[in-house]
């Protein structure tokens, strides 16, 4: 299935690339981490409960490789009860954010049940950042070229954009501003990388990754 009948032409996005030696990695790293971060889950999901009952869990379609829709996994950011059809961007100082979901938010704590995702396989540990359905018209003019990789938690994107709220501008249509200026930018990053990306430089973007979330974003690397 194809995620609002995207005008992709198919032989484009049909050469899904992946590989066996990396699917074993994802689900090695995957599982790894679902056993060392269960504790700080398991809390989160209960602190979330306590500040705003269920769900806990916020289950959204995405695009995924070859531009098949699958559903992502995320902890609960927003009060209960907003509307679910509200904006598809998160910006600094949402009033949708309870002050948990501003934590998570910060820290990409958020995230963490997406290694579910990828234990499914419909993600990997690195690759191109999923987007929403309301951008799925933005792959086109090449960029639909994006949709051959699997989708990631971490990757070239993911790292540079680390803050990426902070880009925003403070006034204006902000999804207008994404399509036009920030899709555009983050899918020529990841067609730089991902066509000659190997599994050890892939190990590289996992360690990134996480000197990202904790706060080092090496901007002046991604130069090169």
């Not at 902890?75 to 954010?97: H, M, N, W, Y």
């Not at 990997?124 to 987007?131: D, L, Q």
Request: hydrophobic share 50%; charged share 20%; proline share 7%.
């Amino acid at each position: 299935m194809n995620a609002f009948d995207l005008s992709i032409h198919p032989p484009v996005v049909s050469g899904v690339s992946h590989g066996f030696g990396r699917r074993a990695m994802d689900v090695v790293a995957a599982s790894l981490a679902a056993i060392v971060f269960a504790p700080l889950m398991l809390l989160i999901a209960f602190a979330l409960f306590l500040e705003g009952g269920r769900p806990v869990l916020f289950r959204q379609p995405r695009i995924g490789a070859g531009g098949r829709m699958f559903h992502i996994y995320k902890f609960r950011k927003f009060e209960v009860l907003c509307d679910p059809q509200g904006p598809a961007l998160t910006s600094i100082g949402d009033r949708r954010l309870t002050k948990i979901g501003r934590i998570l938010a910060s820290t990409k704590l958020d995230e963490l049940p997406q290694l579910w995702n990828v234990l499914r396989g419909d993600m990997a540990i690195v690759g191109p950042r999923p987007e929403s359905l309301a951008f799925a018209d933005c792959f086109h003019g090449g960029f639909e070229a994006v949709l051959r990789y699997k989708p990631g938690l971490v990757g070239p994107t993911q790292v540079l954009f680390r803050h990426e709220a902070s880009l925003y501008p403070a006034s204006g249509d902000l999804s207008s501003f994404y399509r036009e200026a920030l899709f555009p930018i983050k899918a020529k990053f990841d067609l730089s990388y991902y066509p000659r990306r190997t599994i050890a430089s892939d190990v590289v973007w996992m360690i990134l990754g996480f000197l990202a979330v904790i706060g080092w974003v090496p901007v002046g690397l991604l130069r090169r």
